[in-house]
């Protein structure tokens, strides 16, 4: 059995201490003689499973109470479409586009009513975060939207944008968990957990209650009514169980961690250790600028992309998997997620270290 350092920006990498909770729990959790995966989701073992999950998010992020966190299926993709279903009452939203993310979640907004692009960085591919200390922001829109980190371009927002009072929607999808963050700031944070936090299938919202309406065009399909969720618990129908107590261990990790202080402070480290060297290298560049740089996805080039192969082949040979930029960007890409332990990004440089001088 071994392991390599899998730089994944997702599915990605799962802290081992709960991978080997989970195989110790596979066959018999808990003493109930099943796993998680064969449990009804109605029984009392998976009720546990899901409260203390909640529980833990809850401090782990110092979530008030006056908001509602619900366990969700369809991904991050599907909120895309479920957030302008449920927040647009004036049919008109603002989008800061800074990625692919961005752009496909405004596109799935125009759908449903009218979208005003606030800012965006496609003028220089999504290589940093525009300027949003003081935008444009119409009286009447029903929200503002962000990705607060962009997974494929490496870029996150430095602060977040002044809404002028208009409520904040984030997707957090590739920094959940990564540092502390202030939720009272936002109407609702969402993310997928495939990214930092779980197995993939499972998104996870975090919403201010006064925005779930019983109003809603009853068109809406009843699963993508907040409302349907928040009133049976994230449990209206059967929910992915196996991800909800994955998740619920990598909670539990988290804390032992320390929170997301302490979880913040090592990211940061990691990041530098992998930027600092960008920074100094001859044959290796960021392609972000520096006040925007993601703790979580730093990708990075030669410049030349026969060199770029090669280094991903030799790479992938000395057992750093999944270091391929996305065909977007093109280079590599080296996803730093909380799971991914200090040693892992420190291997990783020297290796870049010594494929530079041999490539000079
Ligand atoms: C991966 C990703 C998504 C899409 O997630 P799915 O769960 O596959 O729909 C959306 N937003 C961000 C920021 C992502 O990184």
Not at 165 to 176: Q, R, T
Not at 297 to 326: C, M, R, Y
Request: a negative charge; glycine letters at 6%.
């Amino acid at each position: 059995m071994h392991r390599v350092y899998n730089f994944s920006a997702g599915p990605a990498v799962l802290p081992e201490e709960v991978l080997k909770q989970a195989q110790e729990d596979m066959f018999d959790y808990k003493g109930t003689g099943m796993s998680v995966m064969e449990m009804s989701h109605r029984s009392k073992a998976f009720q546990n499973i899901i409260d203390e999950a909640e529980q833990d998010i809850r401090d782990l992020m110092n979530i008030p109470a006056n908001y509602k966190v619900l366990f969700l299926q369809g991904g991050a993709s599907q909120q895309f479409a479920a957030i302008p279903m449920n927040l647009m009452v004036n049919h008109k939203a603002g989008y800061i586009v800074t990625g692919q993310w961005a752009k496909k979640a405004a596109q799935e907004a125009k759908k449903y009513g009218e979208v005003v692009e606030l800012a965006s960085s496609a003028d220089k591919t999504f290589s940093y975060i525009p300027d949003v200390s003081n935008l444009d922001i119409p009286d009447d829109l029903d929200y503002v939207y962000i990705c607060q980190n962009n997974t494929i371009y490496g870029t996150r927002f430095p602060q977040l944008p002044d809404t002028k009072g208009k409520l904040l929607v984030s997707d957090v999808s590739s920094m959940f968990l990564s540092e502390p963050v202030d939720v009272t700031k936002y109407g609702l944070i969402y993310g997928g957990v495939q990214k930092n936090v779980g197995p993939a299938g499972l998104v996870i919202d975090i919403i201010r209650e006064d925005l779930i309406r019983d109003d809603l065009d009853s068109k809406v399909p009843t699963m993508l009514q907040f409302k349907t969720q928040a009133d049976n618990g994230s449990l209206y129908n059967t929910p992915n169980c196996w991800s909800i107590y994955i998740c619920g261990l990598v909670f539990k990790w988290l804390k032992k961690m320390g929170g997301l202080e302490a979880m913040k402070k090592v990211n940061e480290e990691k990041a530098a250790i992998l930027y600092d060297f960008l920074d100094n290298s001859k044959m290796f560049s960021s392609t972000v600028a520096k006040a925007d740089r993601s703790l979580m996805n730093v990708p990075f080039v030669t410049g030349n992309a026969d060199i770029d192969a090669k280094f991903v082949a030799e790479s992938k040979a000395a057992g750093f998997e999944n270091l391929k930029g996305h065909r977007s960007v093109g280079g590599m890409r080296a996803s730093i997620y909380n799971a991914m332990p200090i040693e892992g990004v420190k291997a990783l440089v020297e290796f870049m270290d010594k494929f530079e001088k041999e490539n000079q």
